[in-house]
Every structure is written in structure tokens, then in C-alpha cells.
């Protein structure tokens, strides 16, 4: 059974950092992406960045290239996301996924198959 578990949301000041932390377990994830996703109220969940288990690529957002850095420890079985110079429209919950897809990191929600159960990470302005 897959799991994934997040940690490392916060309350944090604009300008300020935050790292989340998302544990994997319960496969081999070999060919498989994991990605960060995140949901505001009212709004749809959208991509904010993605890394292949094996090999070095790796996708972003628009809103969060050159702020925030996907990277992950295939020892720990675990995803990071850094996040820098953190602004009030990052406040989200923010949701770690993983599906099967040795081609391409896709963007796309519905073609996640494992979710955890999201992190809240709140800017204060």
C-alpha cells in the first residue's frame, strides 16, 4: 500500500522559508514522478513542481521558478520542496503525488494516482 506523507508547513512571514518534506513508502518508485501540488480555497489544485525518482529532471511552475526547488534522497524515500522568498499567494495546502510515467512530468492532476494528505503552509503579508 503507497503512502505519502508530508510534513513541514508553517505559518511564515513573506520574504521567509519554508522546506516540506514528503515520506514515501509502500513500492518501488523507480520510472514513477513525484510532484507538488498545491490548493487554495476555492481554487483548483494546481502544479507547483515535479521530479523524476531516477535521473536528474525536474519541472516548475511559472509562479514559483528560481523561489522554490524540488529535489529528493532515493535513500530516505523522500521528496523535498524548498521554498524561498515565500509571498501571501503561496498560502495553500500543498499535497505531495505520485504516479507511473517514465516519458514526461506531467502537470496534470488526474494523472497523479498517490496523494498524501496535504500540508498547510499560510504567508502572513
Known amino acids: 500500500q503507497v503512502q505519502l506523507v508530508e510534513s513541514g508547513g508553517g505559518l511564515v512571514q513573506a520574504g521567509g522559508s519554508l522546506r516540506l518534506s514528503c515520506a514515501a513508502s509502500?513500492?518501488?518508485?523507480?520510472?514513477?514522478?513525484m510532484a507538488w501540488f498545491r490548493q487554495a480555497p476555492g481554487k483548483e489544485r494546481d502544479f507547483v513542481a515535479g521530479?523524476?525518482?531516477?535521473?536528474?529532471?525536474?519541472d516548475y511552475a511559472d509562479s514559483v521558478k528560481g523561489r522554490f526547488t524540488i529535489s529528493r534522497d532515493n535513500g530516505k524515500n523522500t521528496v523535498y520542496l524548498q521554498m524561498n522568498s515565500l509571498k501571501p499567494e503561496d498560502t495553500a495546502v500543498y499535497y505531495c503525488?505520485?504516479?507511473?510515467?517514465?516519458?514526461?512530468?506531467?502537470?496534470?492532476?488526474?494523472?497523479?494516482?498517490?496523494w498524501g494528505q496535504g500540508t498547510q503552509v499560510t504567508v502572513s503579508s
Open positions: 503525488a505520485a504516479t507511473w510515467n517514465p516519458v514526461v512530468i506531467t502537470q496534470l492532476a488526474r494523472e497523479y494516482t498517490y
Open positions: 509502500g513500492r518501488t518508485f523507480s520510472n514513477y514522478v
Open positions: 521530479i523524476r525518482w531516477s535521473g536528474r529532471s525536474t
